[in-house]
């Protein structure tokens, strides 16, 4: 890895954690996934009503272990939410068999499965009031900037890049300690409106300031531009 003309991460908690692996920092490039703020963006929805909900938290992701959808099942349980709060959980996948048996006793939580459909995914976020990721592994999660550029208020652990890309613009949690952080947050979330609007506005402010598509190709480009631009400073002159 020492020896590649760059190695790209999402972080820069990545980035230090290579330096002192001996990767020089001139050859590592920073570039976060992005997505199209104008494509996730807050809008219209009629999931909300259609689900019969009035605070709406959303899970996106698969039903995996890694993805540790169970501690926020248990909290969810475990928590005194108010009336009319609903989660949907919207992925399907191995464990999906095992959590219904376990979980499906609730009519508050709503099993959507794998949602095919990119604008079923997107009605879904914008009529998301909170957005939350208790994963125990990630990288940087799409669906979490996803969620954020449409001005959902999140949570997620601070895991990979997620809590770098989280902090001050949301709610970042401890992997371990997900269950006891969820169970005393959900409620809250619930019960102040007025914070769910503003970190969902910090939220969206973040992405347009750090993870646009734009942003990430623009960075991409300029990456391999330099490289290209060593190469040939580099030929010998015949």
């Not at 990630?138 to 959902?152: N, T």
């Not at 952080?181 to 769910?196: G, H, K, N, S």
Request: with cysteine; hydrophobic share 45%; net charge negative.
């Amino acid at each position: 890895m020492a020896e590649s003309a760059r190695v790209l991460i999402f972080s820069e908690q990545q980035k230090a954690f290579l330096n002192r692996l001996g990767v020089p920092a001139n050859r590592i490039a920073v570039i976060p996934n992005g997505v199209d703020p104008d494509r996730y963006a807050p809008g219209p929805s009629d999931f909300k009503a259609e689900c019969e909900a009035r605070m709406l938290f959303v899970y996106q992701g698969r039903l995996a272990p890694e993805k540790n959808v169970e501690a926020l099942l248990r909290a969810w349980y475990q928590a005194e939410m108010p009336v009319g709060c609903k989660l949907a959980l919207m992925g399907g996948g191995p464990l999906e068999a095992t959590l219904k048996l376990s979980y499906s006793s609730d009519p508050n939580v709503l099993w959507l499965g794998f949602v095919g459909s990119p604008a079923r995914r997107l009605e879904i976020l914008r009529a998301a009031d909170v957005f939350v990721l208790p994963s125990l592994v990630e990288g940087l999660s799409l669906s979490l900037l996803e969620a954020m550029a449409c001005g959902v208020a999140c949570m997620a652990t601070d895991v990979g890049a997620d809590g770098e890309a989280l902090a001050e613009a949301g709610l970042v949690l401890d992997p371990h300690e997900a269950v006891s952080q969820l169970r005393t947050l959900l409620p809250v979330l619930a019960t102040y409106p007025e914070m769910t609007q503003l970190l969902g506005m910090k939220a969206r402010q973040r992405v347009l300031e750090r993870y646009t598509l734009h942003q990430n190709i623009s960075t991409l480009e300029q990456v391999y531009a330099s490289i290209a631009g060593a190469r040939q400073v580099a030929l010998p002159v015949l």
